[in-house]
């Protein structure tokens, strides 16, 4: 059996599907001839062509024609005459397929990225694809199509990013295990929001378990039974039916109000990454969105998105909801969600560095070009705008101060806009301390346990040797959530809870005794949420 942590709740029993980690260093790659090397390009090129026309067949039916277009476009820009004639002289120059490949793509990937249209930064991120491509092709490495895994496949990988997850088909696989990452990683959110069981920080998982083997994924206490007995199968096997039937049971809290039993009523909303998880939440039963993480927008692309596109996605939002509360957070990179395009510099301690608010106030160009979408999109619902990682008054002001700027020229423009209320998360000691003036600032709090956690306890969220410290329920923690609520209940306004801990059944009697006013948690957490607090008292 391997220990790991356990992520994301279910059983999930299938075989091991391994997801390499591709490695497209090339530097080892000797030149040999022109001939030679234009003749691995070329066997290159015509392997990715079959390979594509493979994946747009089947693109075509699991997505659609027009998804599939989009890699057809692949070959044509492949077949492109100049870019085959310079990948050709940089090879008579005497580099290798490789590195020739590369440096044309590159070059072609810088051509398009920096033009201002959208069309053509596409273009940029399907030369980065075909580059890749071809670098895995030439080094003889195989590709792992995560979307085409058989039915009742485990995933194995040392760390799924957003995109690779995006591929997960959830009624194929039937868990997840990964080398890093704790019960906060991004991954294992995801893993939550697609109901997939998960165990991360399961030690060199992807070299102790091999491809096709027998596994049983304990999603709630990170264990993984390798080779599992007959017995231990029937045992898991029931375990699950029990598990899916208390999620079915959980079903009559749909559509109901979050009230406790002396009739004290409060507001289960659902976190969300993307603006489609807005119907996760409504399919959920939840009453608004209490966290829209905005920087999946950012990641995974070349370029920031433009203000169009980040109003496009926050209106979209603000209309799903249809009136419903939309609390929006403006921009949190840096610690463990880097963005290249970004270019944040290499920091010791990035948790500690250069990272969410205070980026955003030195890239005031960038922080407007959200907030001018926010405000703009406020016209549309009810849509509350949240600063991250807040530790000082400062921070609060400087961007009331850039809100103001951004209301002047939506104003002058004549474009249509709302005043978004403004409130900050509760996720650093500081802000918990100072929350008494904090609360005099703004209109509402939400506690974001995750990185309060660790910050208070001086610990690193995804670190196996310290996780026995990450502990919402050590005092340190309990106390600056308590002070947190009492100082937002004497000053009126808004309190509420977006970390994980929101959906702990056993912290649940705690917040509600202290008053929290919301508890926004991952969509498939909200009807368990609602039904701990029916039965608080
Ligand atoms: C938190 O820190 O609790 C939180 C909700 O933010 P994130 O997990 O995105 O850092
Ligand atoms: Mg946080």
Redesign the pocket.
């Known amino acids: 059996m391997l220990q790991g942590i356990g992520a994301s709740q279910g059983y999930g029993i299938g075989k091991a599907v391994i997801i390499e980690d591709l490695s497209l260093d090339y530097s080892a790659v000797k030149y040999t001839s022109a001939e030679e090397e234009k003749a691995r390009l070329q066997k290159a090129m015509e392997d990715f062509t079959v390979e594509t026309r493979v994946m747009v067949e089947k693109l075509k039916s699991s997505a659609g024609e027009k998804e599939a277009a989009i890699l057809e476009g692949h070959l044509t820009m492949l077949e492109d005459p100049f870019m085959q004639s310079q990948m050709s002289d940089n090879i008579d120059a005497g580099m290798t397929a490789e590195a020739s490949a590369d440096t044309v793509c590159t070059m072609f990937y810088e051509m398009f990225a920096g033009v201002d249209d959208e069309m053509m930064r596409q273009r940029a991120s399907d030369i980065k694809d075909i580059k890749d491509s071809l670098l895995r092709l030439l080094l003889g490495l195989n590709n792992i199509d995560i979307s085409a895994v058989p039915k009742g496949s485990v995933l194995i990988a040392k760390d799924f990013t957003p995109s690779m997850t995006s591929q997960i088909n959830k009624e194929n696989v039937v868990a997840i295990v990964t080398e890093v990452g704790g019960v ?1 990683s ?1 991954s294992a ?1 995801l893993a939550r929001a697609m109901g997939i069981p998960a165990a991360l920080s399961v030690l060199n998982a992807t070299s102790v378990i091999s491809d096709g083997d027998s596994l049983i994924v304990d999603g709630f206490k990170g264990k993984v039974y390798t080779s599992p007995s007959d017995d231990e199968v029937a045992e898991f096997t029931a375990k699950q039916k029990a598990y899916l039937e208390d999620k079915e049971g959980l079903k009559v809290y749909f559509g109901k109000p979050s009230v406790t039993k002396s009739g004290v009523v409060k507001k289960v909303y659902g ?1 969300i990454g993307k603006a489609e998880d807005a119907q996760n939440v409504i399919q959920n039963g939840g009453e608004g969105i209490g ?1 829209f ?1 905005t ?1 999946f927008l950012f990641m995974d692309r070349d370029r920031e998105p433009t203000e169009e596109e980040q109003f496009e996605a926050y209106s979209t939002v603000a209309k799903a909801m249809d009136g419903k509360e939309v609390i929006i ?1 403006t921009l ?1 990179i840096g ?1 463990d969600k880097a963005i290249d395009y970004l270019k944040i510099e290499r920091e010791e301690n990035p948790f500690l560095g250069f990272r969410a608010v205070r980026y955003c106030l030195k890239n005031k160009d960038l922080y407007k070009k959200q907030l001018r979408a926010l405000l703009r999109a406020a016209y549309y619902g009810d849509v509350k705008i949240m600063i ?1 990682l807040v530790t000082s008054l400062d921070e609060v002001k400087g961007v009331k101060d850039l809100i103001e700027e951004c209301v002047a020229e939506l104003e002058a423009e004549g474009t249509p806009y709302k005043r978004a209320p403004l409130g900050v ?1 509760i ?1 650093t000691p500081s802000a918990a301390i100072i929350s008494d003036l904090l609360a005099k600032e703004v209109e509402f709090f ?7 956690t ?1 910050y208070t306890m001086a610990v690193d969220r995804g670190n196996a040797n310290v996780s026995h410290l990450y502990d919402t329920f050590q005092p340190a923690v309990l106390r600056a959530i308590e002070m947190t609520i009492k100082n937002a209940k004497a000053a009126g306004i808004m309190v509420g809870m ?3 801990a929101a959906a702990d059944e056993n912290l649940i009697p705690k917040l509600v005794e202290w008053g929290l006013d919301e508890f926004s948690v991952t969509p498939s957490s909200i009807l368990a949420t609602r039904r701990a607090i029916c039965e608080c008292e």
Request: charged content about 30%.
């Open positions: 906060t991004h959110i976190n966290l993480r920087e957070r949190d610690g991250p998360m996720e939400s506690i974001g346990t995750n990185d309060l660790g977006c970390g994980e």
